[in-house]
């Protein structure tokens, strides 16, 4: 066994030996810049993400399936070193999944969640697009998007993980979700568009949400897992997840006192 390995393993013990617990996650949207966001944080030196983005471990059936969960194999993803204050990791369907919230609040209700909300009309398009790059969706998006009812149906009781373009969307219920476990006050909820366009404020919030420092390093701005679109999103979709969209959108600008008029502009 070489020594950067021993280290690692010798450092893991010592945190599952002080029974250290995760401060906090990245928990949604999926394609809302949450990669961009992980990759910022990474750089902050009281901050130890997880050693990969996305565990998937709170929406993992199969882990909750027992009476305890084995939150060993969870921890086993952190290296913190001395100088990390806070342990963090994103997984972006933490926000979908209806089950995640309670099982987050059962491993530490003191867990700090950030959020981050993109217009949920080129959010689903943006989940289209990634799906026909990767070769896993076949249809087209106004066939996948008219007929996405009856995909989530095959899905049930649990949601489909993979063809949500809209149901991923419908932010409020799932932010409602999360406050029946969570006071507001350990939410952070962020626009997309601001952390690409001004980075440095919007991770400053970050870092006073987490109490940790201002980190005053120049930033270059992240631009990850932009996938190039085969096409523009067409008028007739565009119309038709504005007419589905419009009054959710109106009930989160009253929620969080945003004003979201260029979502529904686009």
């Known amino acids: 066994m070489n020594i950067v390995k021993k280290i690692k393993i010798k450092t893991r013990m010592m945190f599952l030996s002080n029974k250290r617990t995760v401060d906090f996650v990245i928990a949604g949207t999926q394609k809302g810049g949450t990669t961009a966001l992980d990759a910022y944080l990474r750089e902050h030196p009281e901050i130890c993400m997880a050693d990969k983005k996305e565990l998937h471990f709170f929406d993992n059936e199969g882990v909750f399936a027992h009476e305890k969960p084995d939150y060993s194999k969870y921890h086993a ?21 209806k089950y995640s919230p309670k099982r987050i609040w059962q491993y530490n209700p003191n867990m700090k969640i950030i959020i981050l909300l993109r217009d949920p009309i080129r959010r689903a398009y943006s989940h289209w697009n990634m799906l026909r790059t990767r070769n896993i969706e076949k249809l087209s998006f106004w066939d996948a998007i008219t007929i996405e009812n009856k995909r989530c149906k095959e899905a ?23 406050w029946e476990y969570f006071p507001k006050n350990r939410t952070l909820i962020l626009k997309t568009k601001e952390l690409r366009e001004n980075p440095t404020f919007t991770l400053n919030q970050v870092y006073t949400f987490l109490g940790v420092s201002q980190y005053e390093k120049v930033l270059e701005k992240k631009n990850i897992f932009s996938f190039p679109y085969e096409s523009s999103l067409k008028n007739k ?22 004003d979201c008029s260029d979502w529904l502009a686009c």
């Open 156 to 178: 049930l009781p649990l949601q489909n993980r993979t063809y949500s373009y809209i149901d991923r969307g419908r932010y409020l219920q799932q932010l409602r979700r999360i």
């Open 237 to 258: 979709e565009r119309r038709y997840l504005r007419s589905i969209f419009a009054p959710e959108i109106k009930k989160l600008e009253t929620e969080l006192n945003w």
């Open 77 to 97: 993803w952190f290296t913190p070193k001395k100088s990390h204050k806070l342990l963090g990791e994103s997984t972006p369907v933490y926000m979908y999944w």
